[in-house]
């Protein structure tokens, strides 16, 4: 029930997605992050297998950080490009494959804001817009509706807001809360959460 989506707008993307940790029927927490600050100006959203997707000690988020931190002397527009090919390549070559969809956007000063596409199969396309998960069935067509290429960040979040209504509204098992960052000129950086379930600590019996 997971729900990944990402919109570029005029120099800036927005890459929003549902804070659900799930296993089968059981909830364990609705707020964790599943947005990965990748550097100053790179967001990577992911959707799939919890053991997979976990960023802090997965193997591709160490592989990630290992290339950004041997990619540096490489210009800026070059290594937004060369960024999400890695994780292509990483997705085919690696010998035990991962079960994670990934929504990867970042800024650069020669290119202005970029969204990539990658799935568990290693297809890798560069988008305006893009959603994973069960929330994409709602998400998409409202996106479809209604983006323009030219939004203002106001605009973009009104339509993010759109998405996670539409989500909450029709999705049997709907995520109750949602995390939103964004990356333009500025940096990588959160900018909203969406919460209609705070969470909650049980006490022990």
Request: aromatic content about 12%; hydrophobic content about 40%; proline content about 3%.
């Amino acid at each position: 029930m997971e729900c990944v989506l990402g919109i570029v707008g005029k120099g800036f993307a927005i890459v929003g997605a549902d804070t659900s940790a799930v296993h089968s029927i059981l909830l364990h927490k609705n707020n964790e992050d599943k947005i990965m600050l990748l550097d100053s100006h790179k967001l990577v959203a992911a959707s799939g297998e919890p053991g997979d997707r976990y960023f802090p000690d997965s193997p591709l988020s160490l592989s990630l950080y290992m290339f950004m931190i041997f990619s540096r002397l490489i210009i800026d527009g070059q290594k937004s490009k060369i960024c999400p090919c890695f994780c292509f390549g990483f997705a085919v070559f690696d010998q035990n494959p991962y079960s994670v969809n990934i929504l990867m956007a970042g800024y650069d000063n020669e290119s202005g804001a970029s969204l990539y596409y990658i799935d568990y199969i290693a297809t890798l396309h560069k988008v305006d817009k893009g959603a994973f998960g069960y929330g994409s069935y709602f998400s998409l067509s409202t996106m479809d509706r209604h983006y323009r290429s030219d939004m203002s960040v106001e605009e973009a979040i009104e339509l993010v807001d759109k998405c996670i209504l539409e989500i909450r509204s029709r999705l049997v098992v709907a995520p109750p809360n949602f995390v939103i960052k964004i990356v333009d000129k500025d940096g990588a950086r959160d900018y909203a959460w969406r919460q209609s379930v705070q969470d909650v600590t049980t006490a022990a019996v």
